[in-house]
Nanobody
């Protein structure tokens, strides 16, 4: 089955903002909850945020509340992760996840360094 395809990522400076993109071409996208995770160097993959199929319900890990925002555009079959005020500890590989189908994007490296 199709897996999400990610874009975005890169080398950022502390305090900057970055938006990650995840396109999921699955036929049921508009009904599928989506989420974002990340895995830092030497760390386990950790949950960041999730969003319901309609976009009406979102959940965040406490440590990203107020800095990260998840959103989606079902017409474009895309889910976004807006990351503001980036910190060096945000350095990680970021993954999007189709919760309903259990599929994962390929990952995107985000490095925050001065």
């Amino acid at each position: 089955q199709a897996r999400p395809v990610q874009s975005g990522g890169g080398l950022m400076q502390p305090g900057e903002s970055l938006q990650l993109f995840c396109i999921d071409s699955g036929f049921s996208f508009e009904f599928d909850a989506m989420s974002w995770y990340r895995q830092g160097p030497g760390k386990e993959r950790e949950f960041l945020a999730s969003i319901s199929g309609s976009g009406g319900v979102t959940n965040y890990a406490d440590f990203v509340k107020g800095r990260f925002t998840i959103s989606r555009d079902n017409a474009k079959k895309t889910v976004y992760l807006q990351m503001d005020n980036l910190k060096p500890e945000d350095t990680a590989v970021y993954f999007c996840n189709n919760v309903a189908r259990g599929t994962w994007g390929q990952g995107a490296q985000v490095t925050v360094s001065s």
